[in-house]
């Protein structure tokens, strides 16, 4: 008798690119955050606010 492995458990095809390296996930995750804070800050140093002039108050 003969002993086989069932088709769906072959290790060279299960899950796909991804599935296999769960690790790309969280490099991916990190890529898109520092993305998005780059664009953040992006925004928020080319929309400065003016620079308000403060009188000096002289204390009494």
Do not use: C, D, H
């Amino acid at each position: 008798m003969t002993t086989s492995t069932p088709a769906n458990t072959s290790k060279s095809e299960a899950g796909g690119f991804i599935a296999r390296r769960p690790w790309l996930w969280v490099v991916l995750a990190f890529v898109v955050l520092i993305s998005a804070w780059s664009v953040l800050f992006y925004i928020a140093i080319k929309n400065q606010p003016e620079v308000v002039p403060l009188k000096q108050l002289i204390p009494a």
